[in-house]
């Protein structure tokens, strides 16, 4: 220490000059242990405010840290499409622009894309599309008449599922005097087994519930639309299990399929994608849940007599005690797509 602190002391205390007392060893001993008992009382002393950094630096560097650590969110569009546009096309797509028209898709959805295949890459480009998808670039929430992609919105109307050019042009009014090529007829399939195909069949014993469900859709004249192929069509059965869905108002209107009612459904403009529901004179299109299936029709499930202890055991509703039903087995509701929304019946 006295090393240390020699060259300060020395520093504070001027060197002998003529005529002054020289500095005997003791005086310096008691100068150097004066200076280091000084420094070790400074070194105990709390520390000036200048020691810590300004609180604005502390939070410009915890705004550093969480944006670092922020994850950025991933939005999809559509795939692209390449084919050459005509000037009919593009003037198509300008024209259904210009008219308020819009195109609700979803970037996943093949039939959106065929549908914007229809028009070429330039004319694809300047089509009204609207964005439907919640994880996709541009994102909006779609109007609740758009139960199913692609989906149009012309003149006020709404179109379920992908349209030809011709009606299009039909339907916005487009010059009558331009004319679209046909599409090409879709590649023939084989001859159907004796009585035509059969959806597929649905595993998975029926909840007392899904039956009553299912006759009461019955009952009271309800219709269920759908085609073998269709594969939300064979979602919607599997909500009833095996017993339900064979209950069900179902209706086929594929050519091939098994007992065929084609001609039923293209008679009923208002099926214009499958699958679609009938009920109580209204027509609703998409995949629908038991509940708002129950809640469509006024359908309320028998009550049974419980015995006195699970009466007061259920004293906390459950969200299913709305409509008396227990959807529990049922299967999980699924995202709808377009894959079927083509009366032709092709689908990948």
């Known amino acids: 220490m006295i090393a240390v602190l020699l060259p300060t002391l020395l520093t504070l205390t001027p060197p002998p000059t003529p005529g002054s ?26 520390p000036t405010a200048f020691a810590m950094p300004p609180v604005q630096l502390l939070q410009e560097e915890q705004q550093q840290q969480a944006t670092q650590q922020e994850v950025t969110k ?64 541009g994102s909006v929430r779609c109007p609740p008449q758009v139960t199913g992609y692609p989906a149009w919105q012309i003149g006020g109307k709404f179109y379920a599922g992908m349209r030809s050019l011709q009606d299009l042009q039909s339907i916005s009014g487009f010059d009558p005097s331009v004319t679209f090529p046909a599409p090409p007829p879709p590649p023939a399939r084989p001859p159907p087994p004796p009585g035509g195909y059969k959806p597929p069949a649905v595993a998975g014993a029926s909840t007392t519930e899904q039956l009553a469900l299912a006759k009461h859709l019955q009952s009271t004249g309800a219709k269920f639309f759908g085609a073998y192929w269709c594969k939300y069509c064979g979602l919607q059965r599997t909500l009833f299990g095996a017993e339900g869905a064979a209950a069900l108002p179902y209706v086929e209107c594929a050519s091939d399929g098994f007992e065929s009612a084609s001609g039923t459904c293209a008679a009923a403009s208002e099926v214009s994608g499958y699958p679609t529901w009938q ?70």
């Not at 310096?28 to 009382?41: D, P």
Request: hydrophobic share 40%; charged share 20%.
């Open 279 to 348: 009920i109580g004179g209204s027509f609703y299109s998409g995949y629908q849940s038991l509940e708002e299936l129950a809640r469509l029709s006024g359908f309320q499930a028998p009550t049974q007599p419980a015995p006195a202890a699970a009466v007061a055991a259920s004293a906390k509703p459950t969200a299913a005690d709305d409509l008396g039903i227990d959807f529990s087995g049922a299967a999980p509701p699924v995202r709808q797509g377009a894959d079927c929304d083509l009366k032709s019946g092709d689908c990948p």
């Open 74 to 137: 991933v939005l999809y569009t559509p795939p692209t499409v390449k084919s050459a546009s005509s000037k009919d096309e593009l003037a198509l797509a300008d024209h259904l622009k210009s008219t308020g028209a819009k195109f609700y898709g979803a970037y996943w959805c093949s039939f959106c894309l065929r549908q914007r295949t229809m028009f070429g890459a330039d004319a694809a480009k300047a089509l009204p599309y609207v964005e439907c998808a919640d994880d996709g670039l």
């Open 21 to 46: 007392h020289h500095y005997t060893r003791a005086a310096v001993l008691r100068s150097t242990a004066a200076a280091a008992a000084a420094a070790a009382a400074a070194a105990n002393r709390a």
